[in-house]
């Protein structure tokens, strides 16, 4: 293999931004964890392609967001990073806008194709839990609707990455909808919008001149410090609630001993909201807290097992 098919290759991995599917595979394996746990194992298949399209949407999702930002946000946004301002940076000349709408396309083809095959295999209902999820990525950005413009962004990645997965993977494991599955969900929902809200910082300048419209934007950074913080404390509460109400055993309170990551996270950004490279370990460290977050979920609900 040659040094730029190595190098085209490493663009496209990097355009996809693969490795940030933590945020949609880790509440999918938590279903499935607790679903071990009290029903047995679920069907093998059925899991694989429920995995595999909660991964597909997402990248899907995350490659026709830059397709649109391409010559809009991303064009003039001074300060992109490894975490936030599109992946743009990332082509280094290899990778044309054209390509990310390839990608696009492709995602989306490999989630349909998941989905259908598992209609086949009595799950129907999947074609509604993955049109809600497919109609999340594409909406998102797509004009006229861009939803990210209208601030509703934000309110739709909690759904999608929360309480839609979830809820999705128990249908698909047990062929009915559970009001456990969904609210499992929640505190996923809570740290992947922090993601996205403490990423919208740095590319405040950028999203306001282009007209992207998003809550950090209407807010103006010193008041969407307290959106962040309320969003962290979200997802504390809801695993505790969570677990009073016997969603989760008691052992998810585990996930308590994040609150000094927590508490770190939100002084860092309540000093250095306006400055772009003092908010990059948050970002950095909002990413880590989601992953952990979830790990925890899943080994305590695993341990029932």
Do not use: C
Request: no cysteine.
């Amino acid at each position: 293999m040659t040094g730029k098919s190595l190098s085209r290759g490493g663009a496209l991995f990097a355009g996809s931004r693969f490795p940030f599917s933590t945020a949609s595979v880790l509440p999918g394996l938590l279903a499935l964890a607790w679903h071990w746990a009290h029903f047995g194992a679920p069907p093998l298949v059925h899991s694989v392609l429920a995995l595999g399209g909660i991964l597909w949407l997402h990248l899907g999702a995350n490659t026709l967001n830059d397709y649109f930002d391409w010559d809009q946000s991303d064009r003039i946004n001074r300060f992109a990073n490894k975490f936030s301002g599109g992946s743009r940076r990332f082509s280094h000349g290899i990778l044309s806008r054209q390509a990310f709408l390839f990608m696009a396309i492709a995602f989306f083809s490999l989630a349909l194709a998941s989905g259908v095959v598992l209609i086949f295999l009595d799950r129907p209902m999947v074609l509604l839990i993955g049109g809600l999820g497919a109609a999340v990525g594409i909406l998102y950005s797509t004009t006229p609707f861009s939803f990210v413009s209208r601030g509703l962004g934000e309110l739709l990645i909690f759904f999608a990455f929360g309480p839609l997965i979830t809820w999705g993977m128990g249908y698909v494991f047990s062929a009915s909808f559970s009001w456990e599955y969904f609210l499992m969900g929640i505190p996923n929902g809570f740290a992947v919008t922090a993601i996205l809200w403490i990423n919208e910082f740095p590319d405040f300048e950028a999203d306001s001149k282009s007209g992207k419209r998003n809550l950090v934007v209407r807010l103006g950074l010193k008041n969407a410090r307290v959106g962040y913080i309320l969003l962290i404390l979200g997802f504390f509460l809801s695993v505790v609630t969570l677990s009073i109400m016997g969603v989760f055993p008691r052992w998810s309170l585990v996930a308590l001993l994040l609150l000094p990551l927590a508490g770190l996270l939100s002084v860092r950004l309540w000093r250095g909201y306006t400055e772009p490279q003092r908010i990059l370990p948050v970002q950095g460290g909002t990413i880590i807290f989601q992953a952990l977050s979830s790990v925890i979920l899943i080994a305590s609900v695993w341990r029932l097992h």
